[in-house]
């Protein structure tokens, strides 16, 4: 199934290797794209990025499973990074976080049962001046509180 | 102090990201003024002049840096912009990609015409989505204006710019590790020397400076090298924007002069601590950096200072704690951070964050004992200088920080 969505993205992964002097650099940005549109990073992603960027599959699985970010199955349709570092500490993120826990029913690297929402115990990420804080999807939501978190995840669809 | 602010001077105007809004605050003025009318070194001199130190937290004097580029000219130079922002406390480099990327941009003109680079490479931190996006977008911008591109401002200078995401990795901040990462590859930290200067990006001569470096660039060329030297204290030039956090009434960032004393920032402009309370410790420059007590926070920020005070203005992420907080539990989240974000590479630092997390653990869950805080003081101590990188370095000076300072608070926890 991935295999027709990679396909569409030719042309732009073109593009994106095109601004690269060497090919392989664009390994980064061909797993952002390609996860974006299948959702995770499957077996068929990383061939696919070897394909583009002229490195081994294995080589793309050693970068895939470095970074935090790409996921080797699929995330909720919401993807929910809560930062647990000092400054969010500070401002009382662990209660926050409490509460979050108790309304999914899941725990850090949980995913659940209707696929809407995954939750990451992230490291800081960086709105320390407006802790607690956590990134949902692409957006960072700031000053969180049980309430605010109430009105964010049931507002989303 | 009140000063004038430099760097974040557009960060309330509306739509300072887009170029029209940039240049009716006078952005790409000076670059263009600079590339038509000096010499590379003359830039490169100003810079040194201005006594512009590297604002990502190492402080390594910023035109030194340039200056250590091979002069044969035989390999194409990079500029590569460290936007990687990660560490815990710090929040400014975000502002200037999503408000005023521009002012990043023009830096990097300059610099890279002062360097002789014609390629450019920006890495922002992969979760930094609205950074990605202004900053792509604002250099399509320069493009479509002619300022980025073949023979800028019709100075005969080339620069192409190439805007970057990483995925989730704090080590990517740590220099070399980002060259390995912006390669496509793991982000492990190389071996120096060679310095990036010299063998960087594809193996060629290469300068990495953090965004908000950049970002004073254009100002010391406006206004000169002595004018940016004395905004600041004696070695240490200009503003710099500290991250204000914690137990304070108005945490922020806030553009103060380097050097503005520490009590300053946290009485006057972050209005004290919150609830009345009082003061119980200090991290003055991101996690990493020793924590001070209350009773040393009469120290002035800069890299000089606080280095003489044992501890390092780093980030300048300065996180205030008041007398609620635990130390045993604060520990727990910086070991907790170190071992997660350690890559793996080196054996101390891999075991050692690791280990030390554990029984950071074990202690906060009440299962410690007194001769723990001795095991954890002798891991931090063989993990400093065993490794490629400060990392470890900086994951064993909270450890030995919050345990000699604290040590009392500590051994009554275990009880």
Known sequence: MSEAVLKSLDPEAQKIVAKYDQKRAATLMLLHLAQDKVGYVTPEVEAWVSKWTDVPVVHVRGVVTFYSMYHLKPAGRHHIRYCTSTSCILQGAEKVLCHLKKKLGIENHE???????????????????????????????????EKKIDQLLDGLK | MKTEPVLSRNFDVADAWKIA??????AYVTAKKVL????????????????????????????????????????PVYLVVNADEGEPGTCKDRLILERDPHQMIEGMILAAFAIRSRKAYIYIRGEYVLSFRRTQAAVDEAYAKGYLGKNIFGSGVDLDIVVHRGAGAYICGEETALLNSLEGGRGYPRLKPPFPAIVGLFGCPTIVNNVETLACVPHILKNGPEWFAKLG????????????????????????????????????????????????????????????????????????????????LGSAGVMVMDDSVCMVKMLFYATKFFSHESCGQCSPCREGTGWAHKIVTRIYEGRGNLKDLDTLLTIARNMEGRTICVFADAAAWPIQSYITKFRKEFEDYIG
């Open chain 2, 36 to 75: 038509t009318s000096l010499q590379p070194d003359e830039v490169t001199n100003q810079v040194l002049a201005a006594n512009l130190r590297g604002l990502g937290g190492a402080g390594f004097p910023t035109g030194k840096k340039w200056q250590f580029l091979p002069k044969d000219g035989k390999k």
């Open chain 2, 21 to 26: 809004t940039a240049e009716s605050r006078g």
């Open chain 1, 111 to 145: 995913t659940t049962k209707d696929g809407k929402f995954s939750l990451e115990e992230a490291e800081c990420l960086c709105n320390c001046d407006a802790a607690p804080m956590m990134q949902v999807g692409d957006d960072y939501h700031v000053d969180l509180t």
């Open chain 2, 233 to 312: 204290s004696a070695g240490n030039g200009g503003t710099h924007l500290f991250s204000l956090s914690g137990h304070v009434n108005k945490p922020g960032v806030y553009e103060l002069p380097m050097g503005t004393p520490l009590r300053e920032i946290i009485e006057l402009h972050g209005g004290g601590v919150k609830g009345g309370r009082k003061l119980k410790a200090v991290i003055p420059g991101g996690i990493s950096a020793k924590i001070l007590t209350a009773d040393e926070i009469d120290v002035n920020m800069d890299y000089d200072s606080l280095r003489n005070a044992g501890t390092m």
